[in-house]
């Protein structure tokens, strides 16, 4: 059964290193590419790996910045600093292909 994007909330969580250059980055990028989004329709998690490094081991996160997109399934993983949005909008399907922007 196919689940419809409306019909399922986008859970994701970002693990970063502090406020590293690319950590920094990686909440910035997210942040813009989430913009356009109703904020009722996702719930983001930011998880410091330097405060809370049990929750990186436990979730298998060996590199920072690391996101998950742990709902709607499939679970997607998508590791750096998220500056292509191009590939991670797709990676975690924020939107129809169509409308992917390309590179800047």
């Not at 909440?27 to 809370?52: G, Q």
Request: glycine share 6%.
């Amino acid at each position: 059964m196919a689940s419809n994007d409306s019909d399922e909330r986008l859970v994701l969580r970002l693990y970063v290193a502090g406020d590293g250059p690319n950590s920094v980055a990686a909440r910035a990028n997210l942040k813009r590419m989430l913009e356009a989004r109703n904020p009722s329709t996702y719930s983001v998690e930011i998880v410091d790996c330097l405060v809370d490094p049990m929750r990186a081991i436990e979730e298998g996160v060996l590199v920072t910045p690391t996101l998950l997109r742990l709902s709607p399934p499939p679970r997607r993983t998508v590791v750096g600093s998220l500056s292509e949005s191009g590939p991670v909008v797709s990676a975690l399907e924020l939107m129809p292909a169509a409308e992917i922007p390309g590179p800047a």
